[in-house]
């Protein structure tokens, strides 16, 4: 590639210019995707490692410093990408090692606390509700009912409905979120 190419794209690419960062990424991307297969054998893990490396280069790309060429500069990235790739899937294959050596242990017990513990977290949860919009809740959830249904049966509008409904389910989440990240690492890891 020509020195002028190269302060073009790179110049380009520094005050934003998508018609730039395009012809790059066409460049590039088949070839790093080939570079990164190297390193990570799957070949969609090394198109999500090429496609963030040029999301991070869009996004840093006026505080870029390039001491060799632009091709250099994406080679290198693709090859540290993909080794801290590589790392954190040791790490997490140790992580998982030592949680399920540890977890097996309590998983029976757990398992039946868990569903005890859930139900009456939820129960709590849903009683914390305002008045009206444990209403919603409930006839949707437990009685089965249609958002139009509830709105004739409560007297307002389907709007009203969904915002409830939608108020009720973030409340809900915000309670339970702490409870569903255990629960999720427990059995991501377990």
Same mark, same amino acid.
């Given at each position: 590639?020509?020195?002028?190419?190269?302060?073009?794209?790179?110049?380009?690419?520094?005050?934003?210019?998508?018609?730039?960062?395009?012809?790059?990424?066409?460049?590039?991307?088949?070839?790093?995707?080939?570079?990164?297969?190297?390193?990570?054998?799957?070949?969609?893990?090394? *198109?999500?490692?090429?496609?963030?490396?040029?999301? %991070? $280069?869009?996004? &840093? !790309?006026?505080?870029?410093?390039?001491? /060799?060429?632009?091709?250099?500069?994406?080679?290198?990235?693709?090859?540290?990408?993909?080794?801290?790739?590589?790392?954190?899937?040791?790490?997490?294959?140790?992580?998982?090692?030592?949680?399920?050596?540890?977890?097996?242990?309590?998983?029976?017990?757990?398992?039946?606390?868990?569903?005890?513990?859930? *139900?009456?977290?939820?129960?709590?949860?849903?009683? %914390? $509700?305002?008045? &009206? !919009?444990?209403?919603?809740?409930?006839? /949707?959830?437990?009685?089965?009912?249609?958002?139009?249904?509830?709105?004739?049966?409560?007297?307002?509008?389907?709007?009203?409905?969904?915002?409830?409904?939608?108020?009720?389910?973030?409340?809900?989440?915000?309670?339970?979120?702490?409870?569903?990240?255990?629960?999720?690492?427990?059995?991501?890891?377990?």
């Amino acid at each position: 590639m020509s020195n002028d190419l190269q302060i073009r794209l790179i110049e380009g690419l520094k005050s934003g210019d998508k018609k730039i960062f395009d012809e790059i990424f066409k460049m590039y991307y088949t070839p790093l995707c080939h570079y990164c297969i190297r390193y990570v054998s799957d070949p969609e893990i090394t *198109e999500e490692i090429v496609q963030d490396l040029f999301f %991070k $280069l869009w996004i &840093k !790309r006026e505080s870029l410093i390039l001491h /060799s060429s632009l091709q250099s500069y994406l080679y290198k990235a693709v090859k540290n990408h993909s080794l801290n790739y590589i790392n954190q899937l040791k790490i997490q294959e140790r992580h998982r090692q030592y949680v399920g050596f540890t977890a097996k242990e309590t998983h029976d017990s757990f398992d039946q606390l868990e569903e005890t513990d859930l *139900e009456l977290l939820i129960k709590g949860a849903i009683l %914390k $509700l305002p008045e &009206k !919009r444990r209403a919603v809740f409930e006839l /949707s959830r437990n009685d089965g009912l249609k958002y139009a249904q509830i709105a004739e049966k409560l007297n307002i509008s389907i709007k009203t409905v969904e915002a409830q409904m939608s108020k009720a389910l973030e409340q809900l989440r915000t309670v339970l979120k702490e409870y569903v990240l255990v629960a999720l690492l427990f059995f991501l890891f377990g």
